[in-house]
């Protein structure tokens, strides 16, 4: 009994440290897909996002074959709907990336509680209270912000960033239908699906051709960045609670553009500076009301 209890911090020391490498590997993706936008000419973002999805995909199948059949407690629509915004916010955020500043497109991904509100209140019929409109009215004022100093980023690299914030605010209200199914048949569908999605725009539009160097950056921004986090992230969540993990790695929303800036030298816009912050503001206060609504629900249940 008291070896059990005393190795308990230890491993809660460790899924800390564990998630602040995530933070790190997750904020690869700012340089890498810098790169590989230079890179030999240059990979467009839809071609990027297509083989990050499908690579990914590939890695996880046999992480997933065995919950393959969790599926089936979900509807068809509720699976094609998760495919559809995961496409959605990855492909938005990665040719967004290459549009605008990684600082933009990292922070704007974060505007996903503005989704989350609007689309409850669509969906769902949910109002959200006088704290939520806070919280709302400042997420939006940080956007605001970022909007007004668009001058040295351009306006459409920006909106291409606000759609990976609906889509990953549209992932967290799809993902409450697909409770019943386990998170890694959900990410290899998720991935697999939305490679397989990218992969005929790109036939359509764009190209699959790579060279060796930009072959090996996609590798590593599938594995390194992607795959591998994800699978030490799964870890760290059966020692760490859930939301002082996700308050764990917001680390990507600095690091992503400290670590572009000193791989290729990209330096913040001074409008996302300040607007950063207030977003910021309102997805840690997001996180703040949701892990109190959950514990007062589980409060009323017991």
């Not at 939305?194 to 992969?199: D, N, P, R, T």
């Not at 600095?254 to 950063?276: C, D, H, K, S």
């Amino acid at each position: 009994m008291t070896d059990h209890t005393s190795s308990l911090p230890r491993k809660t020391h460790r899924g800390v440290l564990v998630l602040v490498v995530c933070a790190t590997m997750w904020s690869l993706n700012g340089p890498l897909i810098k790169l590989l936008g230079q890179l030999d000419g240059g990979l467009s973002g839809l071609t990027i996002a297509c083989y990050r999805s499908l690579i990914s995909g590939i890695i996880f199948t046999p992480l997933a074959l065995r919950r393959l059949a969790t599926l089936r407690r979900v509807s068809v629509a509720w699976s094609a709907g998760s495919v559809m915004v995961f496409t959605l916010m990855t492909s938005s955020f990665v040719i967004a990336t290459t549009m605008t500043q990684a600082a933009n497109a990292i922070i704007l991904q974060y505007t996903a509680p503005l989704w989350v509100f609007l689309l409850s209140a669509l969906l769902l019929k949910e109002r959200p209270g006088r704290v939520e409109g806070l919280v709302l009215l400042v997420t939006m004022a940080g956007v605001g912000v970022i909007f007004t100093g668009r001058a040295a980023s351009g306006t459409a690299g920006l909106v291409v960033a606000l759609g990976a914030g609906l889509g990953y605010g549209s992932l967290i209200v799809v993902l409450r239908g697909l409770r019943a199914v386990n998170p890694t048949a959900v990410t290899w569908m998720n991935c697999l699906g939305s490679g397989l999605l990218l992969a005929a725009a790109v036939a359509l539009w764009d190209s699959f051709a790579l060279t060796s160097a930009q072959f090996g950056l996609v590798v590593l921004l599938s594995v390194v960045q992607f795959a591998i986090p994800y699978v030490m992230f799964s870890w760290a969540l059966q020692h760490v609670e859930a939301h002082r993990a996700s308050l764990i790695v917001l680390l990507e929303v600095v690091l992503n553009p400290v670590l572009t800036f000193l791989v290729v030298g990209e330096r913040v816009p001074r409008a996302t500076l300040l607007g950063g912050p207030l977003i910021l503001a309102g997805v840690i206060g997001w996180m703040l009301l949701t892990w109190r609504r959950e514990r007062r629900d589980r409060g009323g249940c017991a």
